[in-house]
């Protein structure tokens, strides 16, 4: 069995007990969270297809911990002119556990 989540904008294919990195959300480690924009459910070849979401259906979790992704360098540069600029960005990520569909 699993679902397509809509969380935070992005789309997410979750399974029960899956854990997966989604953006940072409110709340603190340890806390329940769930989501009500369930685009589709896949329960053992039974497939059903929200328009656009399914009515009743949830997916539940537990937020695990608030982690950082990898550093990504942006690096600019204007030739001949002299004009160069390096920084770097870590994109914040909540991790959470895949508890219940349904």
Do not use: C, W
């Not at 070849?45 to 550093?71: M, Q, R, W, Y």
Request: net charge positive.
């Amino acid at each position: 069995m699993y679902a397509i989540v809509d969380i935070a904008g992005k789309q997410f294919k979750v399974a029960k007990d899956q854990y997966i990195y989604a953006p940072k959300l409110e709340g603190e480690a340890g806390a329940a969270v769930s989501f009500d924009k369930v685009l589709l459910i896949d329960d053992g070849g039974t497939v059903n297809i929200g328009a656009p979401t399914v009515d009743g259906a949830k997916v539940s979790g537990k937020i695990l911990e608030h982690v950082k992704g990898d550093k990504v360098i942006v690096f600019k540069k204007k030739r001949r002119k002299g004009y160069v600029v390096k920084n770097g960005h870590r994109q914040q990520f909540t991790k959470i556990q895949i508890e219940k569909i349904g």
